[in-house]
Each structure stands twice: as C-alpha cells, then as structure tokens.
C-alpha cells in the first residue's frame, strides 16, 4: 500500500481521484494527468456516461467510449479497459447500484488499469465506493470497495463539525477515517505516495478518536 501521513491507498503508477461532484476544471486535470496516446473509457454503471463523455471531449479529451458493464462480458471488460489512460466513473446513480456493478472483474480491471498508469476519476457518488465501509443513499454503511483502508469517503461533507452523519459516523466508529471532498473539490492519490488537492481544494480529513497508524 502507499502511504501519505493517515492515508493509505493501493500501489500503483495511477492516479485515484476522488471528486465531491462534477468539476470542469478537476475534469480538465484529470485529462492533463493522464498519459498520452491511450483512450478515455467512461463506465456506464446506469445512467448519465453520454453527458459525461461530452463535456470531457469539449474539454479536450482524446477518443473514447462507454463501457457497458451491465451488459458486457468479463472478457469483453478486460480488453476494452486494457487500453484506457483515464477510467471515468460518474453520474447520478446511488452508490449502492455503483458498488454492485463494480464489484468482481470491473473492479480488478480498474485495479489493473490504476497499477499500469491509468487515472481514476471518481465523480460523486462513485466516490463513496472505495474505502474500506460506504455510506449508501438513506444513510446506512454498507462494505466498500476497500482502496483505502479504515475509510469512509462523504462527497461534499467538507467538515465534520456540525455535520450529522458526519459526526454519527465517528461517533459509532471511532476506528474510522473520513475523507470529504467537496463538490468543486478532489483529493487525488498518486504513486510513491503523492496527494494533491485539487480544484477549489477543500478537502476534509477526520480521525476516529481511536484511529491509529
């Protein structure tokens, strides 16, 4: 795992970027990071990919296509991902449903994808999905994904003062971690571990009482 002060995230040549929300300009970071001459693959967990690949492409990025994972065969997955230097995940869908589309050989693609190179860019409520538990769409905490180990990712909860999941959370698991970017916001984990912020840069980091290193 590659490690920054408390947090921690898988080893890897890519960049995992976790977004409050829809950004132009974090968007448009994201396409300057990735590595030229691959492709942009947006995941399709449902819905809202169409408007997604538009905006990037008016943004600049290079060719790309969506990724149907509802309907796609594992191999099919495997290869298309294969040659994707920026993995999208965004749109309006709970992040239960995101969490379950991606469970299995999407998510060891991504995975492959994150240790060559690619960047990983998680757009609201596909966020939420890669820490350790998540929080679903009526407030209960379910498994995630488990990228980041000991965390709960909040998208748009940039304190946890004042906040009442926020402080119901560290209440019941004072082990926990969470993470908050905020809805212009990104916090982007890298290799060797490097972490940047980006966009309007607020990013919320809070400890369990009980969280240790």
Known sequence: MSRSSVLEWPDGSGWLVLAGGPDTAIRGQAIQRMAAGGVVVYVNTGQGSDTIQEDMEDLGAPTGYILDILSEDDETIQQQMADANLIVLGGDDPPSAIRSALIGPVASAIRQGFERGSVLLCE??????????????????????????????????????????????????????????????????????AVEAWGARQVMVALGREYST
Do not use: Y
Request: charged share 10%.
């Open 124 to 193: 609201g409520p596909a966020a939420a999905v890669w820490g350790t538990w998540m929080v679903d769409e009526v407030g209960t905490l379910l498994p995630g994904l488990d990228w980041l180990p000991r965390s709960i990712v909040l998208p748009g909860v940039t304190s946890a003062a004042g906040n009442p999941l926020a402080t119901r959370l560290l209440a019941e698991h004072p082990n926990a971690l969470l993470i908050g970017p905020g809805t212009s916001s990104a916090l982007s984990l890298g290799p060797e571990g």
